[in-house]
C-alpha cells in the first residue's frame, strides 16, 4: 500500500497539477503544529505561507515577543520536518477574527427535563417566566 504523501505527491506531480507550492504549502502547514509543539499549536493559528513567508497569527501581544524569539529555531525545526528549506521567514500578527474557541454542543433535552423547566417557569411570576425558562434550558443544556 502507498503512503499518503507519496500518493500527494504522484497527484501533483501529473502533468495537470505541476504547482509544487500548493503541496509545500500543506506540507509547511501540516508541520508547524509538530515543530511548536501542542501548547503554542493551541494559542497560535498558521494563516497563511507564501513566498517562503509563514504568517501565524497570535491571542496576544505576549505571545509575539516571545515567539519572535524562537523564530530561528521554529525555522529550522518546520524546515527539518517538510526535508528543505521551504520557511525562510514566520511573521507573528495579532489575533485573528477566524480564530475562535471550539463551542461545546447543545444537549438536547428530555422530556421530563423540559417538563420539569415548564414546571419551575410556570410557578414563576409572568414578568420573570420567559427569562427564567431560557435560563434553565441553558443550565440544562450545558450539564
Known amino acids: 500500500m502507498e503512503k499518503f504523501n507519496d500518493t500527494l505527491s504522484n497527484y ?7 504547482d509544487k507550492d500548493i503541496l509545500k504549502r500543506s506540507m509547511v502547514c501540516q508541520a508547524y503544529p509538530f515543530a511548536v509543539g501542542k501548547i503554542l499549536a493551541r494559542t497560535t493559528k498558521v494563516l497563511n505561507f507564501r513566498y517562503g513567508t509563514l504568517i501565524v497569527a497570535c491571542r496576544n501581544s505576549i505571545y509575539i515577543v ?55 417557569a410556570s410557578a414563576a411570576p409572568d414578568c420573570y417566566r420567559a427569562e427564567i425558562r431560557s435560563m434553565l434550558i441553558a443550565c440544562k443544556e450545558n450539564e
Open 12 to 18: 501533483f506531480n501529473r502533468e495537470k497539477h505541476r
Open 66 to 120: 516571545e515567539l519572535t524569539r524562537m523564530k530561528h529555531e521554529m525555522i529550522s525545526k518546520i524546515n527539518s520536518i517538510v526535508g528543505e528549506k521551504s520557511v525562510k521567514d514566520i511573521r507573528f500578527v495579532l489575533g485573528d477574527r477566524r480564530y475562535k474557541k471550539p463551542q461545546k454542543k447543545k444537549k438536547k433535552l428530555s422530556k421530563e427535563q423540559t417538563e420539569w423547566i415548564e414546571k419551575v
